[in-house]
């Protein structure tokens, strides 16, 4: 069965109860093991409908507004994956990101940035700077699944990763994208 993913729309997933469309569901590398997410974005509803998005995926899912809030949430507990904008207020995410480094570093790497602001040159080189994975805003719900289950397959042991995945690269310029020859 085959279904085509809208490209550039922001409301592939959840939005108002709209349900997200369960066969572009990626497997998760470990089923068995609980896999938590942290979403920092200071967007209400782009918040609501990604948690929901990703807590109907199966993953344990918590939100802050900030990157204060997103550190203390990361005293509290432990996250696979974290969601970053670079634009919120108080803390953004790039001081966030230059404060994980430095009080978090393992974490550092499991870091998705979501970007709103993409033709701001100072955007643009904090993100090649960072050589994290990004995806713009808007974005449909394939393309976070995409990059979460790349970073979950980085980071995990070599004995837990799978031989078959998508392979992904950054671009300052597109966020993430396919690598070239390798079907998904």
């Given at each position: 069965m085959k279904h085509d993913v809208p490209l550039h729309t922001s409301c592939d997933f959840l939005v108002d109860g709209a349900p997200a469309s369960s066969a572009l569901r990626l497997p998760r590398s470990a089923p068995d093991a609980p896999v938590r997410i942290l979403v920092l974005d200071d967007e209400r509803?782009?918040?609501?409908?990604?948690?929901?998005l990703l807590r109907r995926d199966g993953y344990t899912v918590d939100?802050?507004?900030n990157g204060e809030a997103g550190l203390l949430q990361l005293q509290a507990h432990s996250y696979d994956v974290l969601l970053c904008d670079l634009?919120?207020?108080?803390?953004?995410g790039t001081v966030f990101?230059?404060?994980l480094l430095l009080q978090y570093p393992a974490i550092a790497q499991r870091v998705i940035f979501l970007a709103g602001d993409t033709l701001r040159l100072e955007s643009k080189a904090f993100l090649e700077r960072?050589?994290?994975l990004w995806v713009p805003k808007p974005c449909t719900a394939a393309a976070i699944r995409r990059v979460i289950q790349h970073v979950l397959?980085?980071?995990a042991p070599p004995s837990?990763?799978?031989q078959d995945h998508v392979a992904l690269s950054t671009s300052p310029h597109h966020g993430y994208r396919l690598a070239p020859g390798r079907p998904l």
């Open positions: 509803s782009f918040t609501h409908g990604l948690a929901q939100t802050a507004d634009r919120m207020p108080d803390l953004d990101y230059g404060r960072s050589g994290r397959h980085a980071v837990a990763r799978v």
